[in-house]
């Protein structure tokens, strides 16, 4: 199995950037294709963006479509989301995710594997 931690979350005004990182470690991480979700308070958590095992496809919800950029690195086990012109919207916990298929996946119950989460919040 893999276990997953992310950070860079924070603080950040409308119109701003962070980028998340998602350190994985365990079972090779090459072995998985990867997610972003992201929970808002009384929301249900909710798919972001999907990479394949190789990074050579990814999927993004429209909200954030333009903005998010999914990647990953896997000789260095970590999987990123790049995310720029924030939004208010975008205040959430976000969450990075494993499943060991391949296929593109946006449902929360589709990965075994999910990370602590690191709180975003975009302040207008």
């Known amino acids: 199995q893999v276990q997953l931690e992310e950070s860079g979350g924070g603080l950040e005004q409308a119109g701003g950037s962070l980028r998340l990182s998602c350190a994985a470690s365990g079972r090779t991480f090459s072995s998985y294709a990867m997610a972003w979700f992201r929970q808002a308070p009384g929301k249900e958590r909710e798919f972001v963006a999907f990479i394949s095992r190789s990074g050579g496809i990814t999927y993004y919800t429209d909200s954030v479509k333009g903005r998010f950029t999914i990647s990953r690195d896997n000789t260095k086990n970590t999987l990123y989301l790049q995310m720029n012109s924030l939004k208010p919207e975008d205040t959430a916990v976000y969450y990075c995710?494993?499943?060991?298929?391949?296929?593109?996946?946006?449902?929360?119950?589709?990965?075994?594997?999910w990370g602590q989460g690191t709180q975003v919040t975009v302040s207008s």
């Open positions: 995710a494993a499943h060991s298929g391949n296929r593109l996946r946006v449902g929360a119950h589709d990965y075994g594997y």
